[in-house]
Antibody, heavy 118, light 112 residues
Framework: EVQVVESGGGLVQPGRSLRLSCSAS????????MSWFRQAPGKGLEWVGF??????????EYAASVKGRFSISRDDSKNIAYLQMNSLKTEDTALYYC?????????WGQGTLVTVSS | DIVMTQTPPSSPVTLGQPASISCRSS???????????LSWLLQRPGQPPRLLIY???NRFSGVPDRFSGSGAGTDFTLEISRVEAEDVGIYYC?????????FGQGTRVEIK
């Protein structure tokens, strides 16, 4: 069974950093791209970023709102994708989801909540 | 960035009746590889999004056949042939043809 599980969320002060993890199971992780999304309280869905599989260079893409502050990486030996979030702002408060991508964002986790507040 | 415009924002429907949601993109969603990466997702209350339809019209595994997608280029439609209680939630269209990926604002489907 394909599963992705996000973790690492919590309460953090503005300007600080946090790293989220996306643990995957039930599929050949290194064959898939992975993507991160977020949803601010009461708002719609927003794409955050994307990491290609190593076959496609493992390169990344980011939304303008997080570029230069957030970075995505992956450890194929552990089946984990990471979202490193630096210089956090109050507007980064959201439920963060990761999703497997193979031409479609087909499996989503339950999300992990990040609250940025002093 | 590509703007995805969904209509209507809200759709009250009677159980067993059809529903239709429109999604229009500000640019063509045809990728250079020939595919169109337009998906439909449903987010039930308190739940993560769930993929219903990908590449315009392909139903994802386990999605009932009352859901269908159609369209091309910049105009897309999700149709539910007979709405059931479990279909309540917010429907989003999403394009993954061009970076940054973008979503429609969502359409809330509720039972009358």
């Amino acid at each position: 069974e394909v599963q992705v599980v996000e973790s690492g969320g919590g309460l953090v002060q503005p300007g600080r950093s946090l790293r989220l993890s996306c643990s995957a199971s039930g599929f050949t992780f290194d064959a898939f791209a992975m993507s991160w999304f977020r949803q601010a309280p009461g708002k719609g869905l927003e794409w955050v970023g994307f990491i290609r599989s190593k076959v496609y260079g493992g390169t990344t893409e980011y939304a303008a709102s997080v570029k230069g502050r957030f970075s995505i990486s992956r450890d194929d030996s552990k089946n984990i994708a990471y979202l490193q979030m630096n210089s956090l702002k109050t507007e980064d408060t959201a439920l963060y989801y990761c999703s497997r991508y193979g031409g479609r964002s087909d499996y989503w986790g339950q999300g992990t909540l990040v609250t940025v507040s002093s | 960035d590509i703007v995805m415009t969904q209509t209507p924002p809200s759709s009250p429907v009677t159980l067993g009746q059809p529903a239709s949601i429109s999604c229009r993109s500000s640019q063509s969603l045809v990728h250079s590889d020939g595919d169109t990466y337009l998906s439909w997702l449903l987010q039930r209350p308190g739940q993560p999004p769930r993929l219903l339809i990908y590449k315009i019209s392909n139903r994802f595994s386990g999605v009932p056949d009352r859901f269908s997608g159609s369209g091309a280029g910049t105009d897309f439609t999700l149709e539910i042939s007979r709405v059931e209680a479990e279909d309540v939630g917010i429907y989003y269209c999403m394009q993954a043809t061009h970076f940054p990926w973008t979503f429609g604002q969502g359409t809330r489907v509720e039972i009358k």
